[in-house]
């Protein structure tokens, strides 16, 4: 079994994935750019989280693909546009941004508990948290 699929059925054997276009939509990003030269673990857990809707899926899309035809070698490009995403929210939105950042920097996030985040918004963070570590550990 490649790293791919480890990683793939390492997040599915801890129910990690919302759905089967969750899982899918990761797996596609995973095998179309997982070889890249710009791949790390810190981008792999920002498909992790933009894979949980089409909307974030397609963002990532197209900013992958745009770094790819450009030949980039490292995500810092993506790390601005990250800032510059979550300067732009209004709302939970921006706590997302902040979190793929932080995945991109390989940081920690905490997320705090008396932040006000509707339910929705404050699960996928916790997923993707959780995701972090099983990454990690593989």
Not at 43 to 70: P, T
Not at 86 to 104: C, E, H, K, R, T
Request: glycine letters at 4%; one cysteine or more.
């Amino acid at each position: 079994m490649n790293w791919k699929d480890r990683w793939v059925n390492g997040l599915d054997n801890e129910k990690l994935f919302q759905d089967s276009w969750h899982k899918t939509r990761f797996k596609e990003l995973l095998d179309c750019y997982g070889d890249a030269p710009f791949f790390s673990r810190g981008l792999c857990k920002c498909m992790y989280l933009s894979a949980w809707d089409e909307e974030h899926f397609g963002i990532m899309l197209e900013m992958l693909m745009s770094m790819s035809l450009g030949h980039e070698t490292t995500t810092s490009d993506m790390r601005i546009n990250g800032e510059i995403l979550a300067d732009q929210q209004a709302d939970a939105q921006s706590i997302v941004y902040q979190l793929s950042n932080a995945f991109l920097d390989d940081v920690p996030f905490y997320l705090e508990e008396t932040l006000s985040i509707p339910k929705d918004i404050r699960y996928i963070i916790e997923k993707a948290l959780e995701a972090s570590a099983v990454i990690d550990k593989l």
